[in-house]
């Protein structure tokens, strides 16, 4: 264990969390709704530090991230524990661990991580994946703050559930981020994941504002986030408050965890991709058997300028500065 950051005291051995919007009140002995932050005589311990789950060198569009240098390689790493409590987690095996026994697995050091990271000359960087890496937050800059120092990028897959004053720090570290943005309605914050739209509204335009790297998910859920009305009201809100530039991946979700209801049909993805182009250049689809919705093209001439097939990507159309070859209007920052 180490001892956490963002924390105060109420009264004697009952803490207070502010690492993120759930705020929790913590009693001696007890743990936060994340399950990996514990209250111990009156101290916040991280009780994951250095406590991996898995690790593995990924495509970068796994994350997915299709404008932050494609075609690459990027070190994952991820932990335990979840600050929110999806039913429909697809990662549930990690993010939702109630297991006491992170002081057996293996420890590791951030040094350790990064020297890993480095061993591959093909890769970029380290992207904290996986499970929700604002809990795992101490970690997390202690590593990302090595990992800049040796060149490389950091990158972090989040559900954007987390405070301000944290998410400043991290925007000084990391150079990408994907947000899941799970959908627009409280109500479905509330009742699917036992949080709040708000504060992850929130930090989606402090990203966007800090100039770093954003991409957004939205994984569609058969009959609970799949509303035309609600969904053509995200979409005006992504490109009115974060730019029509904006990056939006369409998921296909899949029965898994505590959710028993089919498969996203087709035919609703096809038809919200429709709708979100219409508002967004940048729109893809993602968890289906085509390659439909995967290539970028150009939105000032409409050519091609990078193919995609599933994980494999070829970047035709640009050049080394991510214009396109055509017109020379800029597709990407980051090439």
Not at 140 to 155: E, Q, Y
Not at 184 to 197: G, V
């Given at each position: 264990?180490?001892?956490?950051?963002?924390?105060?005291e109420l009264?004697?051995?009952?803490?207070?969390?502010?690492?993120?919007?759930?705020?929790c009140?913590?009693?001696?002995?007890?743990q936060?709704?994340?399950?990996?932050?514990?209250?111990s005589?009156?101290?916040?311990?991280l009780?994951?530090?250095?406590?991996?789950?898995?690790?593995?060198?990924?495509?970068?569009?796994?994350?997915?991230?299709y404008?932050?240098?494609?075609g690459?390689?990027?070190?994952?790493?991820?932990?335990?524990?979840?600050?929110?409590?999806?039913?429909f987690?697809?990662?549930?095996?990690?993010?939702?661990?109630?297991?006491?026994?992170?002081?057996?697995?293996?420890?590791?050091t951030?040094?350790?991580?990064v020297t890993?990271?480095?061993?591959n000359?093909?890769?970029?960087?380290?992207a904290?994946?996986?499970?929700?890496?604002?809990?795992?937050?101490?970690?997390?800059?202690?590593i990302?703050?090595i990992?800049?120092?040796?060149?490389?990028k950091?990158v972090?897959?989040?559900?954007?559930f987390?405070n301000?004053?944290?998410?400043?720090e991290l925007?000084?570290?990391?150079?990408?981020?994907?947000?899941d943005?799970?959908?627009?309605?409280?109500?479905f914050?509330r009742?699917?994941?036992?949080?709040?739209?708000?504060?992850?509204?929130?930090?989606?335009?402090k990203?966007?504002?800090?100039?770093?790297?954003?991409?957004i998910?939205?994984?569609?859920?058969?009959?609970?986030?799949?509303?035309?009305?609600?969904f053509?009201?995200?979409?005006?809100?992504?490109?009115?408050?974060?730019g029509?530039?904006?990056?939006?991946?369409?998921?296909?979700?899949?029965p898994?965890?505590?959710?028993?209801?089919?498969?996203?049909?087709?035919?609703?993805?096809?038809?919200?991709?429709a709708?979100?182009?219409?508002?967004?250049?940048?729109v893809?689809?993602?968890n289906?058997?085509?390659?439909a919705g995967q290539?970028?093209?150009?939105?000032?001439c409409?050519?091609?300028?990078?193919?995609?097939?599933?994980?494999?990507?070829?970047?035709?159309?640009l050049?080394?500065?991510?214009?396109c070859?055509?017109?020379?209007?800029?597709v990407?920052?980051?090439?």
């Amino acid at each position: 264990m180490k001892s956490a950051r963002y924390y105060e005291e109420l009264q004697r051995n009952t803490l207070k969390c502010n690492l993120c919007p759930h705020h929790c009140v913590i009693g001696d002995g007890k743990q936060g709704i994340c399950r990996v932050r514990k209250n111990s005589g009156g101290e916040l311990f991280l009780e994951t530090y250095g406590v991996v789950s898995s690790v593995g060198f990924d495509p970068i569009e796994k994350k997915p991230l299709y404008h932050f240098y494609p075609g690459s390689i990027i070190f994952s790493i991820g932990s335990f524990g979840c600050n929110l409590k999806c039913k429909f987690c697809q990662n549930w095996q990690i993010s939702q661990e109630t297991s006491n026994s992170y002081s057996l697995r293996r420890q590791n050091t951030p040094e350790s991580l990064v020297t890993t990271a480095l061993e591959n000359k093909s890769n970029i960087g380290i992207a904290f994946t996986y499970n929700e890496p604002t809990v795992w937050f101490e970690f997390m800059t202690d590593i990302a703050i090595i990992s800049r120092k040796k060149g490389l990028k950091n990158v972090m897959v989040t559900n954007g559930f987390i405070n301000p004053e944290p998410l400043a720090e991290l925007t000084d570290l990391i150079d990408g981020f994907n947000v899941d943005l799970k959908a627009f309605t409280d109500d479905f914050y509330r009742q699917q994941t036992f949080s709040k739209l708000e504060p992850v509204k929130a930090t989606l335009m402090k990203i966007r504002k800090s100039g770093r790297h954003l991409e957004i998910t939205n994984l569609v859920v058969t009959g609970l986030n799949d509303n035309r009305k609600d969904f053509a009201e995200m979409i005006k809100w992504i490109a009115g408050e974060l730019g029509r530039d904006t990056v939006l991946h369409l998921s296909r979700y899949f029965p898994v965890y505590k959710m028993s209801v089919g498969p996203t049909p087709v035919e609703t993805l096809e038809e919200f991709y429709a709708l979100a182009r219409q508002s967004l250049d940048y729109v893809y689809l993602g968890n289906l058997t085509s390659t439909a919705g995967q290539d970028t093209k150009c939105p000032q001439c409409g050519i091609k300028v990078i193919d995609r097939n599933r994980y494999d990507t070829w970047v035709s159309g640009l050049d080394k500065d991510g214009k396109c070859k055509k017109c020379g209007h800029r597709v990407l920052e980051y090439i």
